[in-house]
């Protein structure tokens, strides 16, 4: 739902947010009100007191919108199950600056899934930005461990920025090329 830009909104009930880009959380009172700068992968930026804040769509009621539906796993899932659904879940995640998620920015180097007991994961993600000095890094891996987290069987998620190797254009996707004009 990314034609959403500008739309005011004023918050149902009180909401946890993530400040961008500094990923720092905290809660935004009922009443409070703003405007959507960017929805996309099922999360929402809002425009409030001077400051961009991150609504995750499990939150979408608290600004009246359908509340992101959780991920699900097959019965008996087995764990290509679950590393599909993680890599879907990755998918929603968008970078702030660049309406691309980050799968397709070619931004995740690894997604190591470990199992623990009674059918529960750890899940430990590499990923880099598309610049040493790109200020929106908290803000990614707060959204990517989110989401990832909303996997059923995921116990804890773990994210770690690496700039090495350093982040190429030519990691993008063929689609995320054409989508931000590079082909």
């Given at each position: 739902m990314a034609s959403e830009?500008?739309?005011a909104v004023t918050f149902l009930r009180d909401c946890e947010v993530a400040l961008v880009p500094s990923g720092e959380t905290g809660i935004i009172p009922k009443g409070s009100e703003g405007a959507?700068?960017?929805a996309l992968g099922g999360s929402y930026t809002i425009n409030l007191w001077a400051n961009l804040f991150?609504?995750?769509?499990?939150?979408?009621d608290a600004i009246g919108r359908e509340p992101d539906p959780p991920p699900t796993l097959p019965d008996l899932a087995t764990d290509e199950d679950v590393e599909k659904t993680i890599w879907e879940q990755l998918q929603?995640?968008?970078?702030?600056e660049i309406p691309v998620n980050v799968v397709e920015l070619g931004l995740v180097y690894e997604c190591d899934i470990q199992k623990l007991a009674e059918d529960r994961?750890?899940?430990?993600i590499r990923m880099?930005?598309?610049?040493?000095?790109?200020?929106m890094g908290d803000i990614l891996a707060y959204d990517v461990k989110t989401k990832v987290?909303?996997?059923p069987t995921v116990a804890?998620?773990?994210i770690e920025i690496v700039l090495d190797p350093p982040w190429t254009q030519d990691m993008m996707s063929e689609a995320a090329q054409l989508e931000t004009g590079m082909i």
């Open positions: 830009s500008d739309t959507i700068t960017q991150r609504v995750d769509g499990s939150n979408a929603l995640c968008y970078d702030p994961r750890r899940v430990h880099t930005l598309t610049a040493p000095s790109c200020g987290s909303r996997v804890d998620a773990e």
